[in-house]
């Protein structure tokens, strides 16, 4: 009976989370109508808000053995069904909230022509050619159902999909693995949190860091979940304090939003001890723990779809973790040359890449070994090449390219510069305008976002500089120069 998630004046504890995402699987076993009846390996597109029906349902689909393929809430139309098709899936499930539902009805007719059964999240009456899911619940049973149903025949196996922000085109389906998902279980283990937590998650499901860190994470730890569809600034205190939130999960924007706030009496009355995530700047980060009191943070990176992550166990301002010879044993990188104007590594005479030194930008990349692989994403095999570089350092060699430009410095701890070919800070679910990709010592989000092209006029050239010079020593990261936006810091 342990309390597993409260969601506005909900509470659920884990036992009902397990029965609840029991019905779902029953009800979907059961289904007979058009597409049915779900086995193991057929993919479902999930369209849902955060709430937890959600979680229900993503939980319900893995005790089939199906796969879920997680569907950001802003996609319409063409974007949606390019989703739905890159992924393969045979069914949608959508929620009638949100004008969720009022984005799929449109399309109706084209997924009914390609095969695509849809459910609704919610009671009816549904139109034709809609299920109501709910209906289907009331009537299964809360059994479990045979567990060979998601037991996978290969760890490396497909467990979910989760899609990219689509910066540069439209949405690929990153595959995720069995493993990986299991291996998110350790996360808040891993940073320091217990099950005697209340974990705060206001990131948006679809992603990796709102789901499988901030879900699973809890799960792993048996913690208190508490679930919000938004995140708000001007509610996040009292949160807190309503609900004894003894943790956050949070991207670099979050925490802006937060020290932007008008001060208010009573802001450091809370118990909020740890706050974990990623893309903080080192201003900001320095103004949260000044205004808010002594919170441990723990900055992290990591993609999606990547093969390698960093973590800032020392909490070692605008670091995003620290890559000595012990880590690299286990989690293997290189920072190569890379020239920004040609948008490729830089290579030798002899066409290998050069590393960079100790405080010199590079491009980090990763090998991609059966130890460390890149799963790549569903669709044409073009799709996973164009993140690969082949001949990195020898013949037949391969490496995950992140696309992401980082220093090192002489005490092994790596920073973020930039993002190769952005030159607008990305944001998926606020009208909000945010600045350019962050000036040196900052970092970016664990999963990006989706883009909304917006340059506010206070950071007029910081990502426009930082995408047209060519590379060149810098100082080391921890040198206060490195830490200044201006034509020396934006230059990389």
């Excluded at 909304?452 to 500089?465: E, F, K, L, V």
């Amino acid at each position: 009976q342990r309390l597993f998630l409260r969601f506005e004046r909900q509470r659920f504890s884990y036992g009902q989370a397990e029965r609840a995402s029991r019905r779902v699987a029953n009800a979907l076993r059961a289904w007979r109508g058009p597409g049915g009846p779900l086995r193991p390996g057929h993919t479902v597109g999930l369209l849902v808000g955060n709430e937890p029906g959600f979680v229900w349902a993503w939980l319900g689909l893995a005790r089939l053995g199906a796969v879920p393929a997680f569907l950001g809430t802003g996609l319409r139309r063409g974007a949606l069904l390019h989703c739905l098709r890159g992924c393969g899936a045979r069914a949608l499930l959508v929620a009638r909230g949100e004008y969720l539902y009022e984005a799929v009805e449109p399309l109706l007719p084209t997924l009914q022509e390609q095969g695509i059964v849809v459910w609704m999240l919610g009671p009816g009456p549904c139109p034709p050619g809609v299920t109501s899911l709910q209906e289907l619940m009331e009537e299964a049973s809360e059994e479990p159902v045979p567990s060979d149903l998601s037991t996978p025949r290969d760890m490396m196996d497909t467990c979910l999909y989760i899609f990219t922000s689509g910066t540069t085109g439209l949405p690929k389906a990153a595959r995720i693995s069995h493993l990986k998902s299991i291996m998110c279980l350790g996360f808040y283990r891993l940073v320091g949190a217990s099950s005697k937590d209340v974990i705060y998650v206001a990131l948006p499901l679809y992603h990796m860091s709102g789901s499988l860190l901030g879900i699973v994470g809890c799960i792993g730890i048996g913690a208190t979940c508490v679930l919000k569809r938004k995140f708000s600034a001007s509610q996040f205190w009292g949160d807190c304090q309503h609900y004894g939130v003894t943790v956050f999960q949070y991207i670099g924007e979050l925490c802006r939003y937060l020290v932007n706030q008008p001060k208010v009496k009573g802001e450091r009355d809370h118990s909020l001890h740890l706050a974990v995530g990623s893309g903080l700047r080192p201003d900001v980060w320095r103004e949260f723990l000044q205004r808010f009191g002594n919170v441990r943070i723990v900055e992290t990176y990591g993609m999606t779809e990547g093969n390698i992550t960093f973590f800032n166990y020392t909490s070692t301002l605008g670091a995003v973790g620290r890559g000595s010879f012990l880590y690299k044993l286990f989690c293997p990188f290189e920072l190569v040359r890379y020239d920004v104007l040609q948008g490729a590594p830089v290579r030798d005479a002899a066409g290998w890449c050069q590393r960079v030194g100790p405080g010199e930008t590079g491009l980090l990349i990763a090998p991609v070994t059966p130890q460390n692989p890149f799963l790549g994403y569903a669709g044409g095999r073009e799709l996973s090449e164009h993140k690969l570089l082949r001949g990195v350092f020898a013949e037949g060699d391969a490496y995950f390219n992140t696309g992401d430009l980082m220093a090192q410095d002489a005490a092994q701890f790596v920073y973020f510069r930039d993002r190769t070919g952005d030159t607008y800070r990305y944001q998926s679910h606020r009208d909000t305008p945010v600045p350019p990709r962050h000036p040196l010592g900052s970092q970016p989000p664990h999963h990006p976002e989706t883009p909304r092209a917006t340059s506010p006029p206070h950071h007029p050239d910081t990502a426009p500089r930082a995408a047209t010079h060519p590379p060149r020593p810098e100082p080391p990261p921890g040198n206060p120069t490195s830490q200044r936006a201006g034509p020396r810091a934006a230059g990389v």
